[in-house]
């Protein structure tokens, strides 16, 4: 019995493995087309507009937001000059934590004025639901923490943002100047494929 069953099987194990190499070999061709068509121009660049919170939590058990650089105690100055935090904080699509993750902005900023309060950002967001799940965006640019809405430059993207551009407009929705964390509403206008 078992040794009539045998070929079967290895006729459908055969032919499965065929399929498989004939979808994958499909699909690679499917993106090589793609591809062909955005370097040609044939492709239309799209604008997408995203809105989400960020929310940069140093308090807690768990801070999304950790200083992990400090200037020197003889090189303070009252803006925090120097100083640097690391962060993976979540993106939702409410301004409540609770909300539905959007994502999460992983990176680092840090205070580059003597005089004010103003950050570089460098951090990429991460997508997570949907058609959008693990694809990216990078943002890197300059950050005056006191206007009441920031810009700063999208550089790149990755997966769906291939070849993205834009820019992210940040206001701040709620800040604990004790614990200093910070909910930040993100618009991000996005030219993109
Ligand atoms: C600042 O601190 C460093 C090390 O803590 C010390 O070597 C240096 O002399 C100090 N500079 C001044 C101007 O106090
Ligand atoms: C996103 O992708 C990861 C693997 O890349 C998967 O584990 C996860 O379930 C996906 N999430 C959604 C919402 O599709």
């Given at each position: 019995m078992a040794s009539r069953i045998l070929p079967i099987s290895k006729i459908a194990l055969l032919s499965l493995l065929i399929c498989a190499a004939l979808v994958s070999a499909d699909q690679e061709e499917e993106r090589d087309i793609d591809d062909q068509k955005l370097l040609l121009g044939f492709k239309k660049e799209k604008l997408s507009h995203f809105r989400f919170y960020w929310h940069d939590t140093y308090s807690g058990r768990n801070p999304s937001a950790v200083r992990v650089v400090e200037p020197q105690g003889n090189k303070t100055t009252k803006s925090g000059f120097g100083s640097v935090t690391m962060i993976d904080n979540p993106l939702t699509e409410k301004p409540e934590l609770g909300s539905k993750l959007l994502g999460r902005a992983q990176g680092f900023y840090g205070i580059t004025s003597r005089e004010e309060f103003?950050?570089?950002?460098?951090?990429?967001?991460?997508?997570?639901?949907?058609?959008?799940?693990?694809?990216?965006?990078?943002?890197?640019?300059?950050?005056?923490?006191?206007?009441?809405?920031?810009?700063?430059?999208?550089?790149?993207?990755?997966?769906?943002?291939?070849?993205?551009?834009?820019?992210?407009?940040?206001?701040?929705?709620s800040f604990d100047p004790v614990s200093l964390d910070a909910v930040v509403e993100y618009n991000v206008y996005l030219l993109h494929y």
């Open positions: 103003s950050l570089l950002m460098a951090m990429t967001f991460v997508f997570v639901q949907g058609k959008y799940n693990g694809s990216t965006i990078t943002i890197f640019g300059r950050n005056r923490v006191a206007d009441k809405v920031r810009e700063i430059p999208v550089i790149s993207g990755s997966g769906l943002f291939r070849f993205a551009r834009g820019y992210a407009q940040a206001s701040t929705y």
